[in-house]
């Protein structure tokens, strides 16, 4: 049985910063990509980063996290970590680790439709 499981998600002051990882399990992920996406309350999910399948060479961001955090994998280890530094409060959150098997499952995407499998989330707040 698939299954994705986050964590690393903590309570951090800005300007903090934390490692999030998603252990892929019952799937040998290596060859799709897997995205992180994230949820605060009252709004809408939205796409973080992705990292492509294979050796991972190409990865995608969203604006608002772009030079702040840093996504690579582990394909040993069946893993995908979400490297953030320099956190502000707006990036209090659930966030989700998701992988695509389906259409261009190795290609970098940060529109949840496109991902196929998504892990329960773990709780990142950023506050002083």
């Known amino acids: 049985q698939l299954q994705l499981v986050e964590s690393g998600g903590d309570l951090v002051q800005p300007g903090g910063s934390l490692r999030l990882s998603c252990v892929v399990s019952?799937?040998?992920?290596?060859?799709?990509?897997i995205g992180w996406f994230r949820q605060a309350p009252g709004k809408e999910r939205e796409g973080v980063s992705c990292?492509?399948?294979?050796?991972?060479?190409?990865?995608t961001y969203a604006d608002s996290v772009k030079d702040r955090f840093t996504i690579d994998r582990d394909n040993a280890e069946n893993t995908v970590y979400l490297h953030m530094n320099n956190l502000k409060t707006e990036d209090t959150a659930i966030y989700y680790c998701?992988?695509?098997?389906?259409?261009?499952?190795?290609?970098?995407?940060?529109?949840?439709?496109?991902?196929?499998?998504w892990g329960q989330g773990t709780q990142v707040t950023v506050s002083s």
């Open positions: 998701a992988v695509r098997r389906t259409g261009q499952f190795w290609s970098v995407s940060l529109d949840s439709d496109d991902f196929d499998y």
């Open positions: 019952g799937f040998t992920s290596y060859r799709s990509a």
């Open positions: 990292v492509s399948g294979g050796s991972g060479a190409d990865t």
